[in-house]
């Protein structure tokens, strides 16, 4: 991935004053949900991170030193992404590209942030983890606030004074996005016709496909994961409910 390529050669600028600069290897981290739901995430960080510390290697390493790599599987759960974040620190890694989920990436800088470890998030959208975290946060990715503004105003126009539904996961990342892209609904005149939350997990969703589809919906915006948005648009189908 070449936002993964970008955080090693942050790296590589970073850390050249470490107290791991005498060591043969550097071994540094990526961290994410290699299994679970968004696993397919978890596969795209650990082959960009891979790919990533070969290229690096091939061209001379940094300073001399070859990189190692480590994988933390926090399967998008915070309790245990900080446990991730403990394993890491405890083998001495000054720095991680992860994690994927804003769930994860929150709790875990704090660890990080205490340990001196550098810390790039190329997917963690909310706003919270770089404006309330501490000197070590960053992030490669468009924030929930930006994003938001987008999607608010691509809604409001394409689909101005019809029926829409904005729906989250109530996680970190889903609940952020959703209501960015709300609050930019709204303020470009439009109503949101449902605003509901869901359960990241559930297989049934025909409680809240009912609703929608009682409300007419024409559009529905979904700040969440794509297994969940998956299942939620089958059974969208499955009841009727052609809402784009």
């Known amino acids: 991935m070449?936002?993964?390529s970008l955080a090693a050669i942050a790296l590589a600028?970073?850390?050249?004053?470490t107290t791991a600069a005498r060591a043969?290897?550097?071994?540094?981290a990526t961290a994410g949900p290699m299994t679970g739901p968004n696993a397919?995430?978890?596969a795209q960080?650990?082959?960009g991170a891979e790919q990533a510390v070969a290229d690096i290697n091939a061209a001379g390493g940094v300073n001399?030193?070859?990189?190692?790599?480590?994988?933390?599987?926090?399967a998008c759960d915070p309790k245990q992404a900080v446990a991730v974040a403990n394993q890491l620190v405890s083998k001495g890694i000054k720095f991680v590209a992860g994690h994927f989920c804003s769930g994860s990436s929150i709790p875990a800088s704090a660890i990080y942030k205490d340990e001196g470890v550098l810390q790039i998030t190329p997917s963690s959208t909310n706003p919270k983890f770089t404006d309330e975290g501490g000197w070590n946060v960053h992030r490669v990715c468009g924030r929930d606030d930006a994003q938001g503004e987008v999607a608010g105003a691509f809604l409001a126009k394409k689909f101005a004074g019809k029926k829409v539904a904005i729906l989250d996961d109530k996680s970190p990342y889903g609940q952020g996005l959703a209501n960015e892209?709300?609050?930019n609904f709204v303020k470009a005149g439009q109503k949101v016709e449902v605003r509901d939350s869901f359960t990241a997990g559930e297989k049934d969703f025909g409680a809240l496909v009912s609703k929608l589809k009682a409300a007419n919906v024409e559009a529905v915006y979904i700040g969440g994961y794509h297994a969940d948005i998956g299942l939620i648009t089958r059974q969208m189908r499955e009841q009727g409910v052609k809402a784009q």
Not at 13 to 17: H, S, Y
Not at 24 to 28: H, K, V
């Open 2 to 4: 070449k936002i993964l």
């Open 13 to 17: 600028a970073g850390l050249a004053v």
């Open 24 to 28: 043969e290897d550097l071994t540094i």
């Open 40 to 42: 397919a995430f978890g």
């Open 45 to 47: 960080l650990k082959l």
């Open 64 to 74: 001399g030193m070859m990189l190692k790599l480590e994988i933390g599987d926090d």
């Open 181 to 183: 892209t709300d609050k």
